[in-house]
Nanobody, 125 residues
């Protein structure tokens, strides 16, 4: 079973940048689709899709709200995935989660079996 740990969250001013990391252990990450989701404050029952990188590192997709500002990537040699977040906005404030699944037929949070515990990102105006 694969375990995931997120890191790199913090507090930043609007317009700033952060880079989140997802470290995998227990299994090789290269057989998993890796996605990032976020849970904004006051929306404890919703995890919204942010970005996904499939088995092929060049196969990525993004939520419209982050397109052009966020970049998802993976380094299978290090068993890690990343989310580079630029031009951050206050509405990006959320707990960010890394998730993995071996099939992941779509970007719905319900299809991802493995999750990290999340890292807090706070963007001040």
């Amino acid at each position: 079973q694969i375990q995931l740990v997120e890191s790199g969250g913090g507090t930043v001013q609007a317009g700033g940048s952060l880079r989140l990391s997802c470290t995998a252990s227990g299994r090789a990450l290269d057989s998993y689709v890796v996605a990032w989701f976020r849970q904004p404050p006051g929306k404890e029952r919703e995890r919204e899709f942010v970005a996904v990188v499939r088995w092929n590192p060049s196969s990525t997709s993004y939520a419209d709200s982050v397109k052009g500002r966020f970049t998802v990537s993976r380094d299978n040699t290090k068993n890690m995935a990343y989310l580079q977040m630029n031009n951050l906005k206050p509405e990006d404030t959320a707990v960010y989660y890394c998730a993995a699944d071996q099939l992941a037929g779509n970007n719905d949070a319900r299809v991802f079996d493995y999750w990290g515990k999340g890292t807090q990102v706070t963007v001040s105006s």
